[in-house]
Nanobody, 120 residues
């Protein structure tokens, strides 16, 4: 069974930095794209950043210049480094992976989410 587990969230002051990580574990054959989404209270879930297996990245306009997504393919890990955080970045951050398990078809998997709060 495949699991995505996020870590590293918490409370940070405006202008501060925070890093969130996600590890994919289980019977995984191959991981294609990985990414981060977020959902603020009362809003729909939105894309933050994605990274392909070849490390090509894309970002939401709100994240460009402030957030950096990276991955360690050997460790099945994706990291989102967030700088210059703003109160509007407050949300539950969800890890996403497009992967194929050893037994099963390729599909999207989600972590349970981790809360990031930007507040003074």
């Amino acid at each position: 069974q495949v699991q995505l587990v996020e870590s590293g969230g918490g409370l940070v002051q405006p202008g501060g930095s925070l890093s969130v990580s996600c590890v994919a574990s289980g019977s995984i054959f191959s991981i294609y794209a990985m990414g981060w989404y977020r959902q603020a209270p009362g809003k729909q879930r939105e894309l933050v950043a994605t990274i392909t297996s070849g490390s090509s990245t894309s970002y939401a306009d709100s994240a460009k210049g402030r957030f950096t997504i990276s991955r360690d393919n050997a460790k099945n890990t994706v990291i989102l480094q967030m700088n210059s955080l703003k109160p509007e970045d407050t949300a539950v951050y969800y890890c996403n992976a497009d992967l194929r398990p050893i037994s099963g078809r390729r599909m999207n998997y989600w972590g349970k989410g981790i809360l990031v709060t930007v507040s003074s």
